[in-house]
């Protein structure tokens, strides 16, 4: 599975929009980019998924650049209940065994007042 | 999305003792479901991944004696901790996947403490 970077942690104002970067620059053709987030000493939420077009749903949006290397998880007003641990992974687009989720460390949102 | 749930959400056991944990899909089938172990202050760590009616499949460095999966419907899969120890006490969370939803869902976890 591809490999991703994401800063370790980053801070917000409520109200703001929160940018979360991630880098997937070995990407595979059939690898999609998900977006999930855990709160703490919760179970991680599903936030958003794309494969090549930026997506948009009530959560957020995602935005993918043209060469798949990297994208972006937008929050666009993001609130104290936003703090969060994110995460970006990769995984192929068949659903075998083979494909499952594997969490990096992830970025510590921190959304303050 | 589609709802996983987890029980117990909590259990403290003794040293030795086996403990089990329901995975549950309430409102989808479930083809393949997933097993994580998370340590506090780290990352998920996948531990098996098992489709309903077939055996378990283990990462690396997990012992499959140990850690007993059943996924004997689609819709439940149990993890079982046999003789536990207190290196064993970790966030156990599972996860779905279904034919309906491509994407995994996530249950809210299992605390497990073995004194």
């Known amino acids: 599975d591809a490999k991703t970077t994401q800063p370790t942690s980053m801070d917000c104002a409520e109200g703001r929009a929160a940018n979360l970067p991630c880098n997937h620059s070995?990407?595979?053709?059939?690898?999609?980019v998900y977006w999930y987030r855990q709160i703490h000493s919760q179970g991680p939420q599903y936030i958003i998924h794309?494969?090549?077009n930026n997506e948009t749903n009530e959560m957020a949006s995602l935005i993918i650049t043209e060469d798949r290397k990297s994208s972006t998880l937008i929050l666009p007003h993001a609130t104290l209940r936003d703090t969060a641990v994110y995460y970006c992974?990769?995984?192929?687009?068949?659903?075998?065994?083979?494909?499952?989720?594997?969490f990096g460390t992830g970025t510590r949102l921190q959304v303050t007042l | 999305g589609a709802v996983v749930s987890q029980h117990p959400s909590w259990v403290i056991c003794k040293s030795g003792t086996s403990v089990k944990i329901e995975c549950r899909s309430l409102?989808?089938?479930?083809?393949?479901m997933f097993w994580y172990r998370q340590f506090p202050k780290q990352s998920l760590m996948l531990m098996a991944t098992?489709?309903?009616?077939?055996?378990?499949?283990?990462e690396q460095g997990v012992e499959k004696d140990k850690f007993l999966i059943n996924h004997a419907s689609l819709t439940l899969s149990t993890l079982t901790v046999t003789s536990a120890h207190p290196e064993d006490s970790s966030f156990y969370i599972c996860?779905?996947?279904?034919?309906?939803?491509?994407?995994?869902?996530f249950g809210p976890g299992t605390r497990l403490t073995v004194l």
């Open positions: 996860s779905a996947r279904g034919t309906v939803y491509n994407e995994q869902f």
């Open positions: 070995t990407i595979s053709g059939n690898e999609y």
């Open positions: 794309g494969l090549k």
């Open positions: 992974i990769v995984r192929p687009t068949n659903t075998g065994t083979a494909s499952k989720l594997t």
């Open positions: 409102d989808f089938q479930a083809t393949t």
């Open positions: 098992s489709n309903e009616g077939s055996k378990a499949t283990y």
